[in-house]
């Protein structure tokens, strides 16, 4: 079982992407669900998740105001829309699933592919 991010490209500075996170073989709707990314030469590092209770959401500083998590029940979907992209927003993107946001990074799983978003002008 495993949760698949999708939407990622090369984009300019300044610009927007949806990606998407889905899933085959489960419900989304009750599970924590987090994005997380991984630069070149970087650590995967936590920038965005959505509560599986009452979907309240949490940004780090880093992208707070730019990036929006939501999700769609009906689609089985967690999105997350980034604006006002940077270069420092380059990198392979990633979802996964908790019991809630609070759940260090070891305790996310069903990791999928990523999904690669370029910065680039």
């Known amino acids: 079982v495993q949760l698949q991010a999708s939407g990622g490209g090369l984009v300019q500075p300044g610009g927007s992407l949806r990606l998407s996170c889905t899933a085959s073989g489960f419900t989304l709707n009750t599970l924590a669900i987090g994005w997380f990314r991984q630069a070149p030469g970087t650590e995967r590092e936590g920038i965005s998740c959505i509560s599986g209770s009452d979907d309240t959401t949490y940004y780090p500083t880093s992208v707070a105001g730019r990036f929006t998590i939501s999700r769609d029940n009906a689609q089985n979907t967690v999105y997350l829309q980034m604006t006002r992209l940077i270069p420092e927003d380059t990198g392979v993107y990633y979802c996964?699933?908790?019991?809630?946001?609070?759940?260090?990074?070891?305790?996310?799983?069903?990791w999928g592919q990523g999904t690669l978003v370029t910065v680039s002008s």
């Open positions: 996964a699933s908790a019991f809630g946001c609070e759940a260090s990074m070891a305790e996310f799983g069903s």
